[in-house]
Each structure stands twice: as structure tokens, then as C-alpha cells.
């Protein structure tokens, strides 16, 4: 199929195919995609301004269905989601400056992978940890230990939280009593520098903030962080439509297969334990950190190879899950009612 | 659809301003209504929140009372 607007010819299914399992992703870990996304428009054919500029007209898009489901679900702090809005801008744009001047020294590329790959193997190993030390409590009959330890209960986390930087604010919709408008903009802003510098849309950096700092329940966490990528990438959309680098009929196909996977993500987030979407998360946390490594060191077909079968590993084991708690609910029930919320 | 590409495509040659407008507005309006066609299909098919996520929500926890949904 022709695209008039890029001068592209690509093929319109595998566009709602990536859209479909981006979407998946999305809508279940509160992620934009774009570190999916992007180079595999630009592996359809697409030049690298089109592939970031439709990226981010098709995360718009997507984050608004997934954002309007998890509302429906509950899962949207819309306080605490514009809170995190006013911080997140001003930390991607000194993100965004740290790289240009990496930029005059010559020693992005290389400085950006590697902080890339350390916080996300820094955090995937973190979460792998943490659910392991759940799951062995739930084995062992101790509910009580492995909830507290959601809760990050006598952590740093909750430490952080205690701390009576006035003014405080609080989040019914988390179950948060009170928390200091202060430690959420610093939440907001580091994750936003880190996502400025590293190029991404920072959803894979700020749900576990939300969880281990503010002290959200994942899905929640999920849900508010989808508000702020709406609003992320509603802006980026526009400038780069501005400049004439989206292809907007491509992003409206992205969006057909997005607009079913970002439903089922965020419906399977109602039929999937907390717990586990931190485990599944931080499984693809670390695929994703093993496929920066490999383009980092000269691997550029394994690095793509390990990125595109995460996305659709996760997608598979995500529908597969909503799937079997579909299933289960029946059986249970008579009715379709998610078990895990 | 066809005449729809053509005017886009004009407006992505002679006038940016306008084109970023209507890039937004068509994304959106398109994301509106694919999540209510989703929505809906998926409701068709037995997947829904259950009455107690929506009490939970209305009540504005958010959560379930016993672990926030977290197992």
C-alpha cells in the first residue's frame, strides 16, 4: 500500500499487527511502546523523523483508549496524574539538553545505551527479586509478609513518603492518606530527565517509581501513568506534525490493531494478580536491557530480534492470561468477573 | 477515504498548522470510537469489569479492600 504523505510503501497489516501487540504491552504495563514501535516502522521502510513523528500520533491515540478503559476499571489517579504531569516536563526538557550536549562532545550514542541498560537492568533485576520473595511468602502460606512487602513496608520507599514536605496531598483514588505534592514532582522529574535523555516516553521508568516510591497499587500505577503518556504524546504528535513528520493514515492503522490489543492489556490487568504484572514487567524489563546491550555491542539483528520477540512473547502470554481468567471466572461464577482486583 | 488521504496530503504540502490540527483531531476521534467498537466486542466476548472492581472504583479506592488486587 502506497502512503502519499511519507512517499512510503509498506505493507497496511503488518502496521495494525504492530500497532495490535504495542497495544497489548501498553495497555497492560502503562507503557507508550515507543522502544517497539519506532524502529520497527522504521524497519517497514519508514524514515527514522516519520517512524518517531506516527509513533507518537499512534501512542496518542492508543493511550487514550487505554486510559479511558482504565478509568472505567478505577485505575486512574487523574490528582495524582496531573500532579506528575507539572514535573514531567521540565525533567524531560533537561534530559533532552544533557543529551545535546553529550551530542557536541560526540559520546551520546554510546553514554545513552549504557545508562539505558544499567537502570533497566537495574530495575528489572529489582522486580524479578521482589517477586520471587512474594511468591515463595504466597507458597508458604504467609500472605500477610508478602503484602507488606507490596507495600514496601520499613523500605526506603515509605521512609521517603513519611517525610512531611508540606504541602501534602491525598490520593483516595491510590489509597495513599497523604503524600507530598514535593515527592511526586521529584518522582515526575526524574523519571521524565531519564526518559528526555534516553529518548522514550518513560512509562517503563515511572509505573514502578509509582509503585515503590509513591506506594500505588500496580494497576493504578498502570492507569495514572497511561494519563500522562496521553498527555506526553499528544504534544510530541503535535510538533511533529508540525513539522510535517507524521504519516497520519499509518498511524490511524497502527491505532485499528492498538485500539483492540490496549483493550485486552488493560482488561487483563482486572484478571491478572498485581504481583504477577510486576513479574511479567520485569521479565520484559530485562529482554529489553539484554537488546540494548546487543546493539551496543555491534549485534544489530539479535538486538532487533530480542526486541520484537519480547513485545510479542508478552503480548501472547498477556491474552493468554486474560484468556484463562476469563476462563476461570466462568467456571467459578457463571459470569465473566476479574479475580484479581 | 480516498478523497480523505488527498486532502491530508495537500494540507501536509501547503499547510502544516492545519495538518497538525486535523492530525490530532482525526487521531483522536478515530481512538474514541475504536475503543468504544473494542469495548464493545470485548463485552460481546465475556470480558468485563466485574460489579465489584466498578464499586470499588465508584467508591474512588480503586482498589479492593483485602491486598489492592495485588494477589
Known amino acids: 500500500m502506497y502512503f502519499p ?40 521502510g519508514f524514515p527514522m523523523a516519520y517512524a518517531i513523528g506516527t509513533d507518537l500520533a499512534h501512542i496518542m491515540g492508543k493511550s487514550l483508549i487505554s486510559t479511558l478503559t482504565h478509568r472505567r476499571l478505577g485505575n486512574v489517579d487523574l490528582r495524582a496524574g496531573l500532579i506528575l504531569v507539572a514535573g514531567t516536563f521540565p525533567g524531560v526538557e533537561v534530559g533532552a539538553q544533557i543529551v545535546m550536549r553529550l551530542e557536541r562532545l560526540g559520546l551520546e550514542g554510546a553514554t545513552v545505551r549504557w545508562v539505558y541498560f544499567f537502570v533497566l537492568l537495574a530495575m528489572g533485576l529489582f522486580m524479578l527479586r521482589e517477586y520471587r520473595l512474594v511468591r515463595s511468602h504466597l507458597k508458604r502460606g504467609e500472605p500477610e509478609r508478602a503484602a507488606a512487602l507490596l507495600r514496601g513496608e520499613g523500605g526506603w520507599g515509605e521512609r521517603l513518603r513519611r517525610l512531611p514536605w508540606r504541602p501534602v496531598v491525598s490520593l483516595p483514588a491510590s489509597g495513599i492518606q497523604g503524600i507530598s505534592v514535593w515527592l511526586l514532582l521529584g518522582i515526575a522529574f526524574t523519571t521524565g530527565l531519564l526518559a528526555g535523555f534516553l529518548g522514550v516516553g518513560g512509562g517503563f521508568i515511572r509505573v514502578p517509581a509509582l509503585i515503590y516510591l509513591a506506594g500505588m497499587p500496580t494497576a493504578v500505577a498502570v492507569g495514572t501513568d497511561l494519563l500522562e503518556v496521553l498527555v506526553s504524546g499528544a504534544y510530541g504528535a503535535f510538533t511533529y506534525a508540525l513539522k510535517g513528520r507524521v504519516d497520519v493514515l499509518a498511524a490511524i492503522l497502527m491505532l485499528a490493531g492498538g485500539a483492540v490489543g490496549s483493550q485486552i492489556g488493560a482488561f487483563a490487568t482486572g484478571y491478572v494478580q498485581g504481583y504477577r504484572i510486576r513479574g511479567y514487567l520485569a521479565a520484559t524489563i530485562l529482554l529489553t536491557a539484554l537488546s540494548v546491550l546487543s546493539k551496543q555491542l555491534g549485534f544489530q539483528v539479535v538486538a532487533y530480534a530480542l526486541l520484537f520477540g519480547t513485545a510479542v512473547g508478552a503480548s501472547a502470554l498477556i491474552v493468554l492470561a486474560l484468556a484463562g481468567g476469563v476462563r476461570a471466572a466462568r467456571r467459578q461464577t457463571g459470569v465473566a468477573a476479574p479475580s484479581g482486583r | ?51 465489584g472492581a466498578r464499586a470499588c472504583a465508584s467508591a474512588g479506592s480503586g482498589r479492593t479492600p483485602a491486598d489492592g488486587g495485588e494477589f
Open chain 2, 1 to 51: 477515504m480516498e478523497a480523505l488521504v488527498q486532502l491530508l496530503a495537500i494540507w501536509h504540502r501547503d499547510n502544516l498548522t492545519l495538518y497538525a490540527v486535523a492530525t490530532v483531531l482525526l487521531v483522536l476521534g478515530v481512538g474514541v470510537i475504536a475503543a468504544s467498537l473494542a469495548a464493545g466486542f470485548l463485552t460481546l466476548a465475556g470480558v468485563r469489569p466485574s460489579a
Open chain 1, 5 to 44: 504523505i511519507s512517499d512510503v510503501t509498506a505493507n497496511p497489516w503488518l502496521l495494525v499487527l504492530v500497532g495490535f501487540t504495542v497495544g497489548v504491552c501498553g495497555g497492560f504495563f502503562g507503557l507508550g511502546g515507543a522502544f517497539i514501535a519506532t524502529p520497527a516502522l522504521n524497519i517497514l
